[in-house]
């Protein structure tokens, strides 16, 4: 699902990742943990083709992203790329089905379909009832599973997780370190999440451990 080849990035001076060469295959549930400063959302940005590194080549979904322009990329981020960040990113002024059709909508997708499939999604999430409330009248939690919903809406192949219950209580974050399995049983994504959070990474797939710009796999 995702192939990293000698994945290099410095700013400056620093030299972030240092030779990067990581497979994650489809339908893994991946931590990737590590002190600050070590590469990780670095690293998660280059898989979603957020940033793009000084050298070395990344597959994902089976496309090989060397040598695509900016456009080529945001396309396929589109397409093939759902995100989650730690304080959820939701649009302020809209409704909590409007923010998850966005990413659907820029891909031209019709209105009705777009509008079952958030609706869908929201029911899978326990938020249909909490359709048309606006991020400030919902709570923590509900609002990084409208995150998660959003991420969802273009039938991603692999969904990037920064942090995703860096910011939530513990019940929140139990409840959505499970929706991470259940929505892996159902819909079969990948999933790579870069966390602190010591309980999720236990219940992961597979850990990566990162110090200094390299891994080390266990």
């Known amino acids: 699902m995702i192939e990293l080849r000698n994945i290099t990035k410095s700013f400056g001076d620093l030299q972030v990742l240092k030779g990067i060469n990581l497979d994650i295959a489809r339908g893994e549930v991946v931590s990737i943990v590590g002190p600050s400063g070590a590469g990780k959302t670095t690293l998660l940005q280059i898989m979603g083709t957020l940033d793009t590194p000084d050298d070395g080549e990344i597959v994902v979904d089976g496309r090989n992203l060397r040598g695509m322009s900016q456009k080529e990329l945001a396309h396929f981020r589109n397409q093939h790329i759902g995100f989650v960040f730690q304080f959820h990113q939701l649009l302020p002024e809209f409704t909590a089905l409007e923010n998850v059709m966005i990413p659907a909508m820029i891909a031209h997708k019709s209105q009705s379909e777009i509008n079952k499939r958030a609706i869908e999604l929201l029911d899978m999430m326990g938020l ?91």
């Open 128 to 218: 249909k009832d909490r359709a048309s409330h606006k991020p400030n009248e919902l709570s923590g939690g509900e609002k990084q599973r409208v995150a998660v919903a959003r991420a969802l809406i273009n039938n991603p192949a692999v969904v990037l997780a920064d942090e995703p219950s860096g910011s939530l209580d513990s019940r929140n974050k139990a409840e959505l370190h499970q929706l991470f399995f259940t929505l892996r049983e159902k819909l079969g994504q990948t999933f790579v999440i870069v966390t602190h959070d010591e309980e999720l990474a236990q219940l992961t797939d597979r850990t990566i451990h990162m110090k200094d710009g390299e891994v080390s796999l266990t």
